[in-house]
């Protein structure tokens, strides 16, 4: 057994004692009441899932296993002489909840590698597809296509026993964690380089291979890739994509088939999809009014009109933020370290200023602040990734290491299949007439 796997599976055997104990002795404890505009509001905020990876404040923002992003970037190792945290020791801290050393993550990064072969099956899919498929539908099937390889689904047909899920979601996990940087800088290469693809350098961490597959060259893109696949790996466990993984895997569909169901979610322009949308809409409100560079006034009047033609502004608001996103606030702090004046990186900051004060002024936004998705589109640009349908594949990169870590949680700890309970409008009517 490898080393990770041991330490999880040690952490993971206590915390499912003491958390069965805990959840027997308590069964009866009412934790939360459901109101009816929650009912009618997208469940927002109610009490139901345990999600050990990271918790998400209204005010503080994220923080993984109680660490926050500035902490995370002096503690998680690095490479020799860089300045960002390698993902791998984001997914080691996820998983079992210890800082790891640079000896572990440089052992993660070599067990990743080992384990990053794609089937050809799955490029096949691919190749299969129009090139102007894209890239989260071609990011979807190709993670699907992989399926075939699933350690889970092949013991499971051969009567695995229960305890043994974890084991074989940890395999799975591990694999198509490994393989992702593969296949999305596959899709990269096929839709917008004429299928001109570029060897992996085994060298190199995850992140530095993945920005080095996908073509660019620039030691500070690599960089780029290592903060960028850190941020955006996990938002606790209620966001559309963590919670669709985690509603799949828990009817033991294995990790494959869950993850591509994320990935379906991700791709939403209220979700994932918003990093495209953000520049696409900084592109269009340039090329409407004639410049990079323009005034507050023209800003806030491309504002106005967005709105007033009955559209949301991408990038901005939250179902449970209410300051900015720490997310946004680490790629600015990238932007200002890394990018002297580039105009697209200018307006982003200059949408700060303008955009909180038209939205605070509607009455019904509720967060009028800035998400992760508002900053990345103007740095990949920045970096010559102008290729906007893509980045919400390398969201779902990233966000493969929160959510696996927590199915391999989930399977350890034994926890059930989802079922909440709906009810007709009719049923709901007589409900609150009884009550009321
Ligand atoms: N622009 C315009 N109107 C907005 C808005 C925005 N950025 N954010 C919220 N609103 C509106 C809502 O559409 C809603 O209007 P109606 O009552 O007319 O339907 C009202 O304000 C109340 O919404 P809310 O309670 O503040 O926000 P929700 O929890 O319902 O929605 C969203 C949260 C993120 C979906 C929303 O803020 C939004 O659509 N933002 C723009 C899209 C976006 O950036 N999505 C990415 C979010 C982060 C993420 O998941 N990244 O992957």
Redesign the pocket.
């Known amino acids: 057994m490898d080393k990770l796997k041991q330490k999880f599976h040690e952490k993971s055997s206590a915390l499912r004692t003491e958390m069965r104990a805990f959840s027997k002795a308590n069964a009866n404890l009412v934790v939360d009441q459901v109101k009816l505009s929650q009912v009618f509001?997208?469940m927002?905020g109610v009490k139901s899932m345990i999600w050990e990876t990271s918790q998400l404040d209204a005010i503080e923002g994220i923080r993984f296993r109680g660490y926050s992003i500035p902490e995370l970037k002096k503690l998680l190792p690095r490479v020799e002489g860089g300045k960002e945290p390698l993902p791998e020791g984001l997914f080691w801290l996820m998983l079992v909840d210890e800082i790891p050393t640079q000896e572990d993550v440089n052992w993660l990064s070599d067990e990743w590698e080992r384990r990053s072969k794609v089937p050809q099956s799955a490029y096949d899919v691919l190749d299969a597809l129009p090139a102007d498929t894209h890239p989260m539908t071609q990011f979807v099937l190709a993670i699907t296509a992989m399926q075939t390889d699933s350690v889970f689904s092949q013991r499971y047909a051969e009567g695995m026993n229960k305890s043994d899920y974890w084991d074989a979601t940890y395999e799975d996990a591990m694999n198509l964690i490994a393989r992702l940087p593969h296949v999305a800088a596959y899709i990269y290469r096929r839709t917008y380089h004429g299928g001109d693809h570029i060897a992996a350098n085994e060298n190199l961490d995850w992140a530095g291979n993945f920005a080095h597959m996908l073509g660019n060259t620039e030691a500070d893109f690599k960089s780029l890739m290592r903060l960028y696949l850190t941020i955006h790996a996990d938002?606790e466990g209620g966001?559309?994509?963590a919670h669709t993984v985690h509603l799949v895997n828990s009817t033991l569909s294995d990790v494959y088939l869950s993850f591509a169901g994320g990935m379906a979610s991700?791709a939403g322009?209220?979700?994932?999809?918003?990093?495209q949308?953000?520049i696409k809409w900084i592109f269009g409100m340039t090329e409407s009014l004639g410049t990079t560079k323009p005034t507050d006034e023209q800003v806030a009047g491309y504002v106005q009109q967005?709105?007033d033609n009955g559209?949301?502004?991408?990038?901005?608001?939250?179902?449970?933020l209410r300051q900015p996103?720490p997310r946004f606030t680490a790629q600015k702090v990238f932007a200002e370290d890394y990018i002297k004046n580039d105009d697209y990186v200018n307006i982003v900051w200059q949408l700060f200023r303008v955009?909180p004060d038209i939205?605070g002024a509607?009455g019904?936004?509720?967060?009028?602040w800035p998400?992760?998705?508002?900053h990345s589109g103007a740095i990949l640009v920045h970096y010559g990734m102008k290729e906007y349908s893509f980045y919400t594949v390398l969201?779902g990169v990233s966000r493969a290491l929160g959510v696996l870590a927590n199915s391999c949680w989930s399977r350890a700890l034994g926890f059930p299949l989802e079922r909440p309970k709906s009810h007709t409008f009719e049923k709901m009517q007589q409900i609150v007439k009884e009550l009321s």
């Open positions: 509001g997208g927002r938002h966001n559309a994509s991700l322009p209220l979700h994932g999809l918003a990093n949308e953000v967005t709105l559209r949301v502004i991408p990038g901005y608001g939250h179902a449970v996103d955009v939205l509607l019904k936004v509720k967060n009028p998400n992760v998705d508002a969201f």
